[in-house]
């Protein structure tokens, strides 16, 4: 990336960043996709501790394919089931500035699915 569009880029994500902040109460539900995985982990930026992590790395899963939105619904599922066991419930939603379709779309749906509110 040349410097200029890097410097772009970190100020939009500092800009979108800025409005969306975990509590201990309600922690921040941060998700990342790559080409090949999806990750998601619930983050208290008041202590800056992750909370609950999943993705599709894990071999619990015993996913076909990583990179489908089959696998990033179980992939919400799983992080709503462990969230729950944890006695968390409200999270807020970070899609790390990215569009909500596709796989972040299927994740949040799983997450609703399972119990979580946002």
Do not use: W
């Not at 539900?29 to 999806?38: G, T």
């Not at 501790?49 to 071999?59: G, I, P, R, Y």
Request: some cysteine; hydrophobic content about 35%; proline content about 2%.
């Amino acid at each position: 990336m040349k410097k200029k569009t890097q410097k772009i880029y970190l100020q939009e994500k500092r800009r979108y960043l800025k409005k969306i902040v975990g509590t201990t109460e309600r922690p921040r539900l941060s998700v990342f996709r790559s080409h090949n995985h999806i990750y998601a982990q619930l983050i208290d930026d008041s202590h800056s501790q992750t909370l609950v992590a999943c993705s599709t790395l894990e071999k619990s899963l015993n996913l076909e394919s990583t990179s489908t939105q089959a696998a990033a619904f179980t992939v919400g599922e799983i992080l709503a089931e462990k969230a729950i066991s944890k006695e968390i419930k409200l999270v807020v939603f970070d899609r790390n500035n990215r569009p909500y379709h596709g796989r972040i779309k299927n994740l949040a749906d799983g997450a609703r699915n399972k119990g979580l509110l946002f």
